[in-house]
């Protein structure tokens, strides 16, 4: 029996039919393209249509003419959906030659159908009976993301001829940027404001929905290469937006208070990306470095708990914290770091929980008394820079800045800090150092990289950018307890790092944000939401290992895999064939 090698072999050619060619694929293509018009179509329409009589559901969705906001949702994957069906046939096509392959339409219409499925859901929690009773809008629009998904599907698929990506002139590029950072603004304002659960929910499917269509069709290969050629536009629109933030939540500290303990959480876990992303440590008690800074802004704070008498600036206390927490960092990684992998893992997640008990029993009774063990240090005071005191609410340009949107600004800061001191370290000699040793310990250590000593310093490095948030938690907590360090805070700062993409900056924060902004607007899934969570991080490392906003290196070498692995499994195939 021969054995045949060529992926383009008779073996294929038997099972499959000879080639097909344009004339052949273009009844094929026509049918999905009237398919795909006609399902946009049904889904822009149903929009101005009722979806149900009860209208304190869901926004009130009952009028006619008078889209709610989650029916505008609708509208806008239907306009999605149309888009991407015009530029396969018709004026549009020179574009799709640009626009990535055609799974981009499908995954659009899944995403489509999955979020008029939820709406048929989120009615029927309410009352089954309106299922029966719903008005014609409602089944208009599920028959509509259905027929979005079967042109998905219809849709020949082909390898399309590598071309460079569409560029634009420069000043549109820079207002694309802009206008899609004043989006993100917009759509993180409208959804910390949203106070129904179902319609929370619905928002999340429906980003999640665009921006797989978006994916597929490539729009986000094109924004790479843009925001590369545009990268201080990109960063100053960016800090523009979250400084604009506050000024658009109408004075809610409620939602300040979310977007603060966000900011939090991101700052560490972009230290926690030093030692997990670049140096590939797996650290699982990263949170007792937080825990370190924290402790020493509470004992050194003018509140009427602290146990030590003396209170120098904040600015000080600043850098005392980060210190402590670097030291704490080289004593745990000195006699540790020999270990690796699996033994490491079992080392750090005992660090952080002898530091919780450590701080339970330094109460005066079973040692000495600093941290006033399980009660924790209560009363923290709110700071003050030159008369501006962090917990009165200030009017500026006539929207009220209350307690938490000052400590926003003062996070922001903080942040921005770190996110220079990690790009800075990443392109550094250090952070390729540090890249040499995850791909490969023993060949940079013959290439001679020190390789203990710099582990060292990313576990030193990486706490002393914990210890600094921590030391700003403290007073935007206004307590210290032991309980607020525990493992599962550091499962879910390395959840954050994994989920958005070790080594970037902007895949932490991504990541930060879903893992933290969820539990609080999901309250109502509370006995769920560790499971969401694990399905989550399982499709993820199912269909994209390399994380929500991948490393260009990871990327490729994910896809060197894949590619690698297809290879194999084909060339297997065609011998059993031949």
């Given at each position: 029996m021969s054995t045949v090698t060529s992926p383009s072999g008779d073996a294929r050619m038997s099972?499959?039919?000879?080639?097909?060619?344009?004339?052949?694929?273009?009844?094929?293509l026509t049918r999905a393209w009237i398919v795909g018009i006609v399902g946009s179509l049904l889904l822009i329409a149903s929009a101005f249509l009722p979806w149900t009589y009860d209208a304190s559901l869901l926004g009130n969705v009952t009028l006619v003419g008078y889209p709610a906001p989650v029916q505008l949702m609708a509208v806008a994957l239907g306009l999605l959906a149309l888009f991407m069906t015009l530029v396969r046939k018709g004026p549009l096509a020179r574009l799709g030659r640009r626009l990535g392959s055609p799974s981009g339409l499908k995954r659009l219409g899944i995403g489509a159908l999955v979020f008029m499925l939820l709406v048929l859901v989120g009615v029927a929690t309410s009352d089954p009976a309106l299922i029966a009773a719903a008005d014609p809008g409602l089944w208009i629009g599920v028959v509509g993301a259905a027929l979005i998904?079967?042109?998905?599907?219809?849709?020949?698929?082909h390898k399309a001829r590598a071309e460079p990506h569409q560029r634009f002139a420069g000043w549109v590029e820079i207002l694309i940027i802009v206008a899609l950072v004043a989006l993100v603004l917009f759509g993180a304002a409208y959804g910390l404001g949203i106070e129904d659960a179902w319609v929370f929910v619905l928002f999340l499917t429906f980003?999640?929905?665009a921006g797989a269509g978006l994916?597929?069709?490539?729009?986000?290969?094109?924004?790479?290469?843009?925001?590369?050629?545009?990268?201080?536009?990109?960063?100053?629109?960016?800090?523009?937006?979250?400084?604009a933030f506050p000024f658009t939540q109408g004075g809610s500290n409620a939602n300040m208070s979310i977007a603060t303990q966000v900011i939090i959480f991101a700052a560490t876990a972009i230290g926690l990306n030093i030692v997990v992303g670049l140096a590939g440590l797996l650290d699982l008690g990263y949170i007792a470095f937080l825990g370190a800074g924290a402790y020493v802004a509470a004992m050194l704070s003018e509140s009427t708990f602290a146990t030590i008498g003396w209170h120098p600036p904040f600015l000080v206390v600043v850098l005392?914290?980060?210190?402590?927490?670097?030291?704490?960092?080289?004593?745990?990684?000195?006699?540790?770091?020999r270990v690796s992998g699996d033994y490491l893992a079992i080392v750090t997640l005992a660090f952080g929980e002898i530091f919780r008990l450590a701080m339970n029993n330094l109460d005066g009774t079973h040692g000495p008394n600093l941290?006033?063990?399980?009660?924790?240090?209560?009363?923290?005071?709110?700071?003050?820079?030159?008369?501006f005191n962090f917990g009165t609410t200030h009017n500026i340009f006539g929207v009220d800045i209350p307690r938490f949107a000052n400590y926003y600004f003062l996070l922001l800061l903080l942040i921005g800090l770190i996110t220079l001191v990690f790009s800075r370290l990443n392109d550094s000699r250090i952070g390729r150092g540090w890249i040499a040793i995850r791909e490969d310990e023993k060949a940079a250590e013959a290439m001679g990289v020190n390789v203990f000593g710099l582990k060292l310093l990313a576990f030193a490095g990486g706490a002393f950018l914990a210890g600094l948030a921590g030391t700003v938690k403290a007073h935007h907590d206004q307590s210290v307890t032991p309980d607020q360090y525990q493992f599962l805070e550091s499962a879910f700062l390395l959840a954050a790092v994994v989920l958005g993409g070790m080594g970037t900056i902007g895949g932490v924060l991504l990541g930060a944000v879903v893992l933290k902004l969820l539990p609080e607007k999901l309250r109502f899934f509370s006995e769920y939401r560790l499971l969401m969570f694990g399905l989550l991080l399982v499709l993820m490392m199912r269909f994209r290992p390399e994380g929500l906003v991948a490393n260009k290196r990871r990327q490729l070498e994910f896809h060197e895999e894949d590619e690698e692995l297809a290879d194999e499994v084909q060339h297997v195939h065609v011998e059993k064939v031949s």
């Open positions: 099972r499959r039919g000879a080639a097909a060619t344009p004339a052949d694929l273009e009844p094929r998904a079967a042109a998905g599907f219809l849709l020949p698929v980003v999640f929905a994916s597929g069709g490539g729009f986000f290969d094109w924004l790479s290469v843009v925001a590369a050629h545009h990268s201080r536009v990109l960063l100053l629109a960016t800090f523009m937006a979250a400084f005392i914290g980060a210190c402590f927490s670097a030291v704490m960092g080289l004593i745990i990684g000195a006699p540790t770091l941290t006033r063990g399980p009660n924790g240090i209560p009363a923290i005071p709110d700071l003050e820079f030159f008369g």
